[in-house]
Structure formats: structure tokens, C-alpha cells
T-cell receptor, first 114, second 114 residues
């Protein structure tokens, strides 16, 4: 069965410093992996997706993630945090052979301090 | 263009009552999904529609939950004999076609059962 573990429930960074949100997955198939962001009182938005093409995936708002099969990881990074990045971030894996059914991590709350 | 909309945004009901939650997907999107998000958790898959039919309802927790999409556009999630444990944010998402990777989410309906 697919599963996702987000290693940090809360991350706090200073504005202008790098962001690292960690995600490990478990999958017996070649997974599709996603990062979604949820701003307060707004709908979930797709940041980026990995679907077995390039292992380094670039997303919106300067975020990127690298798929590392040997480490079963899909960590999200950004070189320089902005105040507007403060939000809840979810790492997601699609169900085996079925990208309609998404399996979600518990989320990481990112705080950006001035 | 218009995104996914959900009504009501908030619903408070008494234990044992019946509720209906509505989702208007993006125009032309054929795939529609319902999720439930409890406090501090990631979204949990409930049901997926392709057109008018429920292609996968394996996430519905029990027979008190039912969803319809009679004309292949608007969907209604129906909960009978509500229980306090049903309190959560109910999210709807749509995709342009079956198997599309990106799901576009609505803002959710916050259901509180007292």
C-alpha cells in the first residue's frame, strides 16, 4: 500500500533563507508524487508533480523537488523564503496505478519570520 | 475563469440530522472528487466521479454517506443521521479528464455536528 510520511509537522524559517520540507514515501510501484499548498481560508493548490519524467521537478513560486528513488524521498525546497510562503504543505502520492486516488501526508506548517 | 465552488462554506447541524453539501466543478471538467479533512490531518479520499457515475466510492466511511452527480456537473454529498465524528472540512476537486494528474480544489465546506 502507498503511504507518505512528512518528517516535520512544523518548520520555521526567516525570510530570505532556504526552505526544506521533507517527505518520504512508500510505494510498491513507480509512484506519482505531488506537493500541494494550502493557504489559510483558500483551496489546495498544486505546487508541482513528479510523474516519472525528470527527477528534479520545478513548480510554481520558485519551489522545486527532487525524486530520489534510492532514498524514497521527495523533499520540497526553495532557495529563499518569502513571507507569502507561510502555509500548510502536503506531500501526496497517487494510489498504485491509479492517479485518481491520492494518498496525503499529514502536512507541514511553514512559518516565515521577518 | 471560475474555479471550483462549494456551498455552504459553513454548516452547523445537530446530531442525527441530514445534510447536503454541494460542489460546482470547473466548467467542462469531467472528473470530480470528494475528500474529507479533519483537523491536523491531510485530506482523506471519499469518492470519485467520472461523468455521472461513481467510479470509485471506496473511501465512503459507511452507508450514511452518499454522493450523486446526476448531470455530470454539480455534485451533492449527502450525510444521513449525522454524528459528531462527521465534523470536518469537506473538500471537492475536479479534473479536466479522467486520469489527469492535477486536481483543482474548492475552498471546502466546514461541517460542525453539535
Amino acid at each position: 500500500a502507498q503511504s507518505v510520511t512528512q518528517l516535520d509537522s512544523h518548520v520555521s524559517v526567516s525570510e530570505g533563507t532556504p526552505v526544506l520540507l521533507r517527505c518520504n514515501y512508500s510505494s510498491s510501484y513507480s509512484p506519482s508524487l505531488f506537493w500541494y499548498v494550502q493557504h489559510p481560508n483558500k483551496g489546495l493548490q498544486l505546487l508541482l508533480k513528479y510523474t516519472s519524467a525528470a527527477t528534479l521537478v520545478k513548480g510554481i513560486n520558485g519551489f522545486e523537488a527532487e525524486f530520489k528513488k534510492s532514498e524514497t524521498s521527495f523533499h520540497l525546497t526553495k532557495p529563499s523564503a518569502h513571507m507569502s510562503d507561510a502555509a500548510e504543505y502536503f506531500c501526496v502520492v497517487s494510489d498504485a496505478g491509479n492517479n485518481r486516488k491520492l494518498i496525503w501526508g499529514l502536512g507541514t506548517s511553514l512559518a516565515v519570520n521577518p | 475563469g471560475a474555479g471550483v465552488s462549494q456551498t455552504p462554506s459553513n454548516k452547523v447541524t445537530e446530531k442525527g440530522k441530514y445534510v447536503e453539501l454541494r460542489c460546482d466543478p470547473i466548467s467542462g471538467h469531467t472528473a470530480l472528487y470528494w475528500y474529507r479533512q479533519s483537523l491536523g490531518q491531510g485530506p482523506e479520499f471519499l469518492i470519485y466521479f467520472q461523468g455521472t457515475g461513481a467510479a470509485d466510492d471506496s473511501g465512503l466511511p459507511n452507508d450514511r454517506f452518499f454522493a450523486v452527480r446526476p448531470e455530470g456537473s454539480v455534485s451533492t454529498l449527502k450525510i444521513q443521521r449525522t454524528e459528531r465524528g462527521d465534523s470536518a472540512v469537506y473538500l471537492c476537486a475536479s479534473s479536466p479528464y479522467d486520469g489527469a494528474y492535477e486536481q483543482y480544489f474548492g475552498p471546502g465546506t466546514r461541517l460542525t455536528v453539535t
